[in-house]
Each structure stands twice: as structure tokens, then as C-alpha cells.
């Protein structure tokens, strides 16, 4: 395969990263098989590859993680120790990773000559997207390297509009949360093109036409939101796949550029405006509590220098900074 992308150089003037890509999706979407298909594809064009497993409950994987959260957690062993059923245990075993992620960053800051870094999640996408757990690797990811997020899509199972519907509502929540470029990759096209996707995306009257085959309230409802979402599909990137033909890679370095740049041009300014703006909230914080231990202490002053026999009795006193209370009968004591 060629190379079909000259990486540009990063618009700050910070040395160029590894590109970050975090690999979610429906239980059974492919994001396994996906990773380990680019892992290759991208190798085979010349790139560096890192990856990086997450789901502590899979039992196969057909690639070696350079990092995988089951060599540092038991899923297994969490849940018969705690008690826990299986999602539990997931969440359990994310928690405990999150605790030691700084290590990971320290392994992955130092992977200098990388040029991806490719991110398996667990099957059950809500234990990452919605766990606090999944916001801190994402959070902690995002702000050392350029991170996209791609979201796979079961091309075959989104015939089904609904289906589809819930899968690009999905999407859309996991933009929001993240507050990260996304992408979509519509896979397994090796079964059905997914050029019924493209349409219903770009014209609302195509799915309206398979919906008015049913008059249900779930038909109008889905209408309704393919109206709402038109905004977000029309600034939406996405690529059509097989991670088993590998039809469609040709495009996909592209596509990665492509959510780099969003990423260096919108989210990380963005990132940054946030980071100063909870940095000066607490600046701010530190220099009122600063204000009124200065006017406290100012206060007191004033107090000693009107009453200072009254304030030298009644002051406490102190031993390396604590106050120490004395009893009734052990007043005339040398308690030190
Ligand atoms: N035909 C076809 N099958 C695929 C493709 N990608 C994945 N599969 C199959 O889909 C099934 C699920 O793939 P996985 O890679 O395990 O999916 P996953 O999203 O990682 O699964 P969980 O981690 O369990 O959610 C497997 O049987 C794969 O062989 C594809 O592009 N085409």
C-alpha cells in the first residue's frame, strides 16, 4: 500500500505528537478488529504504532497491546473479591486504572518517534463514555497528545433506522461529553455498502421514504431527530470500512490528519481557554481567602493593641501550630 498522506507539520510550534485515536462503538461494531487492521495497514505504510488495550473483559484479542489493562487488573479476581457482577467489575477494574494512568502517560510521553497510538475500549461503551473513570483516561489522554475519537458503526445492524438513529444520537452525546473531534467509521461494508447511511445522512427525505413504510410513533420520532441532527452530520468526518477486506483504508490516514488538525485548530485552543479560565477562577479564589486572612489577622492586631492583658490571657496557646487546650488544673503546668 502507499503512503497516501504527508504528515503536515502541527500548527503550534511544539514538536509533532503521536495522534491519539480512541476506538468506541456498540458491543460487537469491530473496534477490536478494527484497531488491529489499522495497527497493520498503518505499519505497512511506514508509521510507528502503539496501542493500547482497555476492556479488562476481553478474552481474545488477535493483536499484542503494547500497554493492556489486564496485566495490571483481574477482571476475574475484582469481581469475586468485591462481590461484583460483570459491568461491575469492569467499571471496578477501569477505577483501579485510572489510579495508575499517570504511569502510563509517563511510558507514552517518552514514545517520542510514535506516530499513533491506537485505543481499544471495552465492548460495553457506556462503562467508558459515561464513567467518570473513562472521562479521566480521556481527559488525561486529550490534554498531553492530540486525541480523535472514533466511533464505529455496524454498518450491516444500521439498516434498521432506529437502529441507526440510536447509534448517530449516540455519537453526537459522545462529541458532547468528550468535547473531542469525532469521527464515524461505518464497518463490516465487506457485508453491505453503506452508501444507505450517506443517504439518509445527507437527504432526510430518503429515510422518511424507508419510515412511511411505518406509521408508529417510533417512524415520526426518528424523522423528527434525522432533522435535528442535520447540523451535526454536516461537520461530521467519516470513512466507510471493512476491517476484514480492509476496503476503505486507503482514506483513513487522511481522515486522521484531518481530526489532528480540528484537534490543534479548535479543541486544544479550546482546551487551553478552559485550562486559563479554571486557573484564574482559582487564582482568583486563592487571593479573596488570602484577602480575608490578611483582614482577619488585622482584625486581631487591633484587638491585641486595645486590650492586650485580656488578649494575652484568653490567646491559646500554640505548639507547631496546634492549638493546645489546657485543663482547669493543669493551667500553672508546663505541658510541653
Ligand atoms: N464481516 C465483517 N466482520 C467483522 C468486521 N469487523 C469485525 N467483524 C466481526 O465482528 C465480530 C466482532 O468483532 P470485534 O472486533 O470483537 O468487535 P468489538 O467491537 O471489539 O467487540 P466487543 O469488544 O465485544 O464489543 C467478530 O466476529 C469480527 O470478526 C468486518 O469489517 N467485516
Redesign the pocket.
Known amino acids: 500500500m502507499t503512503d497516501p498522506v504527508q504528515p503536515e507539520p502541527s500548527s503550534s510550534s511544539l514538536p509533532r505528537k503521536p495522534l491519539v485515536l480512541i476506538f468506541i462503538?456498540?458491543?460487537?461494531?469491530?473496534?477490536?478488529?478494527?484497531v488491529d487492521a489499522i495497527r497493520l495497514s498503518l505499519k505497512a505504510n511506514g508509521k510507528r504504532v502503539y496501542t493500547i488495550n482497555l476492556?479488562p473483559a476481553?478474552t481474545y484479542l488477535s493483536y499484542r497491546p503494547n500497554i493492556d489493562i489486564r496485566d495490571t487488573v483481574n477482571y476475574k479476581t475484582v469481581m469475586s473479591q468485591y462481590t461484583l457482577g460483570p459491568n461491575g467489575a469492569i467499571l471496578t477494574s477501569l477505577n483501579f486504572f485510572a489510579t495508575k494512568f499517570d504511569q502510563v502517560l509517563q511510558i507514552l510521553e517518552k514514545k517520542t518517534n510514535m506516530d499513533y497510538i491506537l485505543i481499544?475500549t471495552?465492548?460495553q461503551i457506556e462503562m467508558f463514555t459515561w464513567s467518570a473513570s473513562g472521562q479521566i483516561l480521556t481527559d488525561a489522554l486529550a490534554s498531553s497528545f492530540p486525541t480523535v475519537i472514533n466511533y464505529?458503526i455496524d454498518t450491516p445492524r444500521s439498516q434498521n433506522p432506529a437502529t441507526f438513529m440510536s447509534n448517530m444520537l449516540y455519537a453526537c452525546s459522545v462529541m458532547y461529553k468528550s468535547k473531542l473531534p469525532l469521527q464515524l467509521l461505518f464497518?463490516?461494508v465487506?457485508?453491505i455498502p453503506s452508501q444507505f447511511i450517506h443517504d439518509w445522512m445527507n437527504d432526510s427525505d430518503k429515510l422518511q421514504s424507508v419510515l412511511d413504510q411505518d406509521d408508529s410513533y417510533m417512524s415520526t420520532l426518528t424523522h423528527s431527530m434525522s432533522l435535528v441532527l442535520e447540523e451535526f452530520y454536516s461537520t461530521l468526518k467519516h470513512a466507510s470500512?471493512?476491517?476484514?477486506?480492509r476496503e476503505g483504508f486507503e482514506q483513513l490516514e487522511t481522515l486522521f490528519e484531518e481530526g489532528r488538525k480540528e484537534y490543534d485548530e479548535v479543541f486544544f485552543p479550546l482546551m487551553e481557554e478552559m485550562k486559563q479560565e479554571r486557573q484564574k477562577k482559582q487564582d482568583s479564589q486563592q487571593s479573596k481567602e488570602f484577602e480575608k486572612v490578611l483582614a482577619d489577622y488585622q482584625a486581631e492586631k487591633e484587638q491585641r493593641e486595645i486590650e492586650p492583658e485580656k488578649e494575652a490571657a484568653e490567646r491559646p496557646i500554640r505548639f507547631v501550630g496546634v492549638p493546645v487546650q489546657l485543663g482547669k488544673e493543669e493551667e500553672d503546668e508546663d505541658v510541653f
Not at 460487537?28 to 478488529?33: F, P, Y
Not at 470500512?241 to 477486506?245: D, G, I, K, R, T
Open positions: 462503538g456498540m458491543a460487537g461494531s469491530g473496534k477490536s478488529t478494527l476492556d476481553v481499544d471495552p465492548g464505529i464497518n463490516k465487506d457485508i470500512v471493512s476491517a476484514l477486506s
